[in-house]
């Protein structure tokens, strides 16, 4: 018994997908065992307050918002905005309560409580949070499922698979249309329908959304349920989905759009998820990605998905357990709890089983070649044959190979023996001192090729981008054409570019230098970084062509260029246009690239040039932090420091760096400080035009002097509330500090900057804490949109305790405490930035902390005037 394969409007998933009027969002579980979340689409609260470390045993969407079942506590977490349900953990919420299942509908949330039944009462417990359903309900016998549609929820029992619903009957008339005789597989609701697979796996449907009378709602056509056989159900709005059992693939019924998109043809699909108008499912292919079809579905979804949702028992009849060939089976993270894929039934037209499904996979279905009758078929033998050929060739082959090791064997023990029978007996022969020069040059030659094999073998670490010819992006940029190029740097020019795919590509192409040596290590360094790193807000290589004297690179094109164009371009309308959001925003995101470097690459990754003409901006106005050619690794711990010339750019680069050749990831915290600076103020990092030159040295003792108003950037508004400006002004001129011990850390960094982010946008801050400790449940109180403003206003003020970042969530952005090893460098650079300059305390590395002390009076920030030695990545 299980109720997997079920996903609809609400029905927990490894998906979720959700709706409303900050557009479509689609959330999915990592699949690499992590059982994290992330998020891609156009509603900010959601992706940006997913959280992040928290690992979660599966999801549910409903309008503007998103819930996942905390696998370590089975409690429920939502993150985004909607005003009838409360972000974070639910409330109220019984003490202690833990839950097996959840189901989000359009404005609620219901949870199934663990255990399923109650061994005393012989009833199950379901609780609800939201409009009009905030309740406790207790239902005779143990519950298989439960599923949430647009004003109610349904579920289905496990002793006769019967069905229930409960809720507004009036507006959803779904309830008594509920069938009381039929027996279920699973169920899954919609709007205001449910559909059910039956036992026969038929799909059976009731309610009354998916009926012609919806017509009117616009143009588009009503479908009819199909009578295929189906592994799962998905309800939307006003349209359901089903996987097919025959081939996996999915299939739409009820109400569609005109022009909507329709369901992926040739694509067999693992999971799928519904929101209003589109249907989102995991792609039953080595990529494991997600594809949304229907009408305003979310934006390209860039990651790997978990094919369903980690189960402890053991597969059931009629379901396999999911591996993955590169993956192993890591998808689940308790090591008893396995992904169950539900296995196909039936196999198509002409084709017959040639293996049943069994424990680890699906059943396969094969043409019978003695009596083929289509086109796909006799191709399908033929290939057959040649591999048939092939097999027995590749029989034979280790054969003959061990035929000629042999021969080879005996040949040389022969030859051997009678070298050594000729040695025996010339033993006064002169010409020994020869014969060993003669082999010791050998072992040297074959040394020397050993030694050959290793940049070989360099090579091949570069698995992810690929090696263009100088060709190939000579065609791609019209000739490195004067029209091609789109911007400059310092050893560089950066080119627009179209593949022969169609791809749009930039291509940065070094200025011919001399000392080729230094460069090429460069080159490779970039290489072998930008092919390991991967991250949404790191600017992801292609490739790259190594040719004669030329050396290129090739990188997503990032259509926004960068955000020194923004800020600093000559159109005063750009920098115009990036409002107060989108600059916090910008950073968020930046900081969230750079924190990735520092925290969960390994080893960890400094990049050492941190500035605004390195954030590029995408198609869709994310973030990528580029140019990782000045990048070193880290040593493990962060706090001890890497002895290396400076390099970087004058403005930005960390005084303890530059003086003291000191370089730990702090080195970017203080240039990523100069850049929320930058972004604030609208100045550049060093602009001669002003009588303080330096950004830090004028933007600092403003904000020190509360003058927070002092450094906005004219060209815009203030916020009417600059709570949350000042809060990143203050953390800036923490960034900036002197010595890198006193700087926060990058985590802390981007934990501040979400939660202005959440200020800015006016989202109301929750005072629960995230593990509640006192809740009652079971009052059916009606949230209403006026009191939850007012009440969500009054508390945004007191936050800025540094502490309460650790324990408290606020309504939409989650800042959640994580495990110590995730913040295993920050722990201990925190303690050291909270334990402010304590002058007298040993600094813990011996005699680097001594140095810093006595130079501590004599750095300054990066004058403008400094001559400095400055590397580039060509
Ligand atoms: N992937 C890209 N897509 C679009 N434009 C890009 C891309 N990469 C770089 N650019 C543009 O080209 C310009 C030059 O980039 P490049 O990385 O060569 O130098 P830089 O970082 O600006 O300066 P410096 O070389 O001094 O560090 C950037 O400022 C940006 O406007």
Redesign the pocket.
């Known amino acids: 018994s299980s109720n997997m394969g079920v996903s609809g409007l609400g029905s927990m998933s490894s998906i979720a997908v959700s709706y409303g009027e900050n557009g479509p969002v689609f959330c999915g579980l990592s699949s690499d065992g992590s059982h994290l979340v992330a998020c891609f689409g156009a509603d900010a609260s959601i992706v940006y307050g997913a959280p992040l470390r928290l690992p979660l045993l599966g999801l549910t969407a409903g309008d503007g918002f998103v819930c996942g079942l905390l696998l370590d506590t089975g409690q429920p977490y939502c993150w985004g905005s909607n005003i009838f349900v409360k972000m974070g953990v639910p409330q109220p919420m019984a003490e202690g309560a833990s839950y097996s299942e959840i189901s989000a509908g359009d404005d609620h949330l219901c949870a199934l409580r663990k255990p399923a039944i109650d061994s005393r009462k012989g009833a199950s417990l379901i609780d609800c949070w939201g409009y009009n359903m905030t309740a406790s309900h207790e239902f005779d016998g143990a519950v298989a499922a439960i599923t949430a549609g647009s004003v109610f929820s349904c579920g289905m029992f496990i002793h006769n698979r019967t069905a229930f619903c409960w809720g507004d009957e009036t507006s959803s008339g779904v309830i008594s249309l509920t069938p009381r005789n039929l027996r279920f597989q699973s169920i899954s609701a919609g709007g205001f329908h449910v559909c059910g697979i039956l036992e026969n796996s038929q799909v059976f449907c009731w309610g009354r959304s998916l009926e012609t009378q919806q017509l009117s709602l616009g143009h588009g056509d009503v479908k009819m349920v199909p009578m295929d056989p189906m592994v799962s159900v998905a309800g939307g709005r006003f349209h359901a989905c089903g996987i097919k059992s025959l081939d996996h693939k999915a299939v739409c019924w009820g109400f569609m759009l005109q022009n909507s998109m329709p369901p992926p043809k040739d694509s067999r699909l693992y999971e799928i998820a519904a929101g209003d108008y589109f249907t989102c499912g995991v792609l039953a292919a080595t990529s494991l990605r997600a594809v949304c079809w229907g009408t305003g579905v979310p934006w390209s979804i860039p990651m790997a998905v978990s094919p369903g949702i980690c189960a402890s028992n053991p597969c059931g009849q009629g379901y396999y357990e999911f591996s993955h060939t590169s993956l192993g089976n890591k998808v689940c993270k308790p090591a008893d709890s396995r992904v169950c894929l539900p296995c196909s039934v039936g196999c198509p037209e002409g084709t017959y089983e040639s293996t049943p499904c069994n424990l680890t996979s699906d059943h396969g279905c094969e043409f019978n070649c003695s009596s083929c009758a289509s086109v796909e078929c006799s191709s399908f033998c033929s290939s057959q044959k040649e591999s048939k050929s092939k097999r027995l060739l590749s029989l034979q082959m280790p054969i003959f190979i061990a035929e000629i090791v042999f021969a080879i064997i005996f040949v040389s023990s022969v030859f051997l023996v009678a070298c050594l029978y000729a040695r025996h007996r010339l033993q006064s022969c002169r010409c020994l001192e020869s014969a060993v020069t003669t082999s010791r040059k050998r072992t040297y030659s074959f040394h020397k090729e050993m030694v050959k094999v290793g940049p070989d073998l360099e090579e091949l670490k570069i698995r992810r981008a690929q090696m263009f010819t100088y060709g190939e992006l000579e065609k791609a940029t019209s000739g490195f054409s004067e029209e091609s190029l789109?911007?400059?740097?310092?050893?560089?020019?950066?080119f627009?570019g179209v593949l022969k795919d169609g791809t749009v590509v930039?291509v940065?192409r070094a200025i011919r230098v001399s000392d080729v040596k230094k460069n090429s290590k460069e080159f490779h360094t970039e290489l072998d970084l930008l092919s390991r790193l991967n991250h949404a807000h790191l600017?992801n290589l292609l490739g790259y062509c190594e040719e004669g004297g030329e050396r290129l690179l090739v990188?997503?094109?990032?259509a926004h260029?960068?955000l020194?164009?923004h800020l600093h371009g000559k159109d005063l309308c750009l920098r115009k246009r990036l409002d107060w959001v989108r600059r916090v925003t910008i950073a968020v995101q930046a900081a969230r690239g750079i924190e990735y470097l520092h925290g969960y690459a390994c080893p960890p990754v400094i990049h050492r040039?941190i500035k605004s003409?390195?954030i590029?901006i995408d198609e869709e106005h994310n973030a990528r932090v580029?140019?990782f050619g000045l990048s070193l690794l880290g040593p493990a711990d962060s706090s001890s420091p890497l002895s290396e010339p400076p390099a970087g750019?004058l403005g930005y680069l960390d005084p303890e760096y530059y003086r003291l050749h000191y370089l730990t990831t702090k080195s970017d915290v203080y240039s990523f400080g100069v850049l929320l600076l930058e972004i604030l103020s609208g100045r550049k990092a060093i602009d001669m035009q002003f009588e303080e030159g330096n950004i830090v040295e004028w933007a600092v003792p403003l904000i020190k002097a509360g003058d927070i108003s002092a450094i906005l950037d004219p060209v815009l508004k203030p916020p009417a509330d600059l709570e949350a400006l000042k809060k990143i002004a203050a953390m800036a001129s923490k960034c900036v500090r002197m010595r890198g011990k006193d700087r926060l850390s990058m985590d802390k960094v981007t934990t501040t900057l979400e939660r202005a982010l959440a200020l800015l946008m006016g989202s109301p801050c929750n005072e629960q804490p995230i593990l509640p400790t006192e809740v009652v449940l079971g009052s059916s109180r009606l949230h209403n949109k006026a009191s939850q403003r007012s009440s969500n206003r009054s508390c945004s003020e007191n936050d800025t305790d540094d502490q309460i970042y650790e324990y408290r969530a606020p309504s939409w952005i989650t800042f959640p405490s994580v495990t110590s090893s995730q913040r295993r460098k920050s722990s201990a650079s925190e303690g050291d930035a909270e334990g402010k300059n304590s002058e007298g305390r040993s600094l813990g590395h011996g005699g680097a902390g001594d140095g810093l002390r006595c130079l501590e009076e004599e750095i300054g920030p990066a004058s403008p005037q400094e001559n400095l030695f400055l590397q580039?990545n060509f």
Do not use: I, P, Q, W
């Open positions: 789109v911007g400059k740097g310092s050893f560089s020019c950066v627009k930039a940065k600017l990188y997503e094109f990032m260029g960068s020194y164009r040039d003409s390195n590029l580029a140019d750019t580039h």
